[in-house]
């Protein structure tokens, strides 16, 4: 158990429709990322935060935004959904914002797009 | 812009068969190479973190080596619950390779 929570495990909605997913990292851990994995791409970077403050983007289409609350928990939108972002998505999280700061994953959410 | 190579892409072993998987990286500037183990449907579990050459990890039968160019795990006398895929990662945010499938067959 890394100590890095999501929710909901798995999500299946239909096209067009918007979802949230949701992250609560380690106990300590200021640094948030979202990844997106999918056969064909492998683990892409979508978004990190760091304390409450957007540090860094990736290939982060824009029906897709997250935040980073002050508790430090984070949350993924994903909106006017299409097939092609059918997907898992993982959360990880690390004490800092470098890249020496190891990155802890969390379980997933399968997002299944109908 | 950072790139990683891994190979090979699947990898068939038996019990007790030892090997090695090889992860090549593209860096403007290494700050840390990173080992992860995923199983099928599962977040990818921290193994090691490297960050210059000439650095060796160890874990039970797993060992992690970089030097400026590349980063092989070694696996010694591997388990069928070895089996999973490894990935190679540089960096923050994370760029990952493809990733290495392992089976070991008892």
């Known amino acids: 158990d890394s100590g890095v929570t999501q929710t909901p495990k798995h999500l299946i909605t239909a096209t067009g429709q918007r979802v949230t997913l949701r992250c609560s990292p380690r106990?300590?851990?200021?640094?948030v990322y979202w990844y997106q994995q999918s056969l064909d791409q492998g683990l892409q970077f979508l978004i990190q935060y760091y304390n409450g403050e957007e540090r860094a983007k990736g290939n982060i289409l824009e029906r897709f935004s997250a935040q980073q609350f002050p508790d430090l928990h984070s949350e993924l939108n994903l909106s006017s959904l299409e097939l092609g972002d059918s997907a898992l998505y993982f959360c990880?999280?690390?004490?800092?914002?470098?890249?020496?700061?190891?990155?802890?994953f969390g379980p997933g959410t399968r997002l299944t797009v109908l | 812009e950072d790139q990683v190579t891994q190979s090979p892409e699947a990898l068939r072993l038996q019990e007790g068969e030892s090997s090695s998987l090889n992860c090549s990286y593209t860096v403007s500037g290494l700050r840390g190479l990173f080992w992860y183990r995923q199983d099928p449907g599962k977040g990818p579990e921290f193994l090691f973190t490297l960050y210059s050459a000439g650095e060796e990890k160890e874990k039970e039968r797993l060992k992690a080596t970089l030097t400026k160019k590349e980063s092989f795990l070694h696996i010694t006398a591997p388990k069928p619950e070895d089996s999973a895929t490894y990935l190679c990662a540089v960096n923050t945010p994370l760029v990952f390779g493809k990733g290495t499938r392992l089976s070991v067959i008892a």
């Open positions: 990880a999280s690390s004490l800092g914002a470098s890249g020496q700061h190891t990155q802890y």
């Open positions: 106990s300590g851990d200021l640094s």
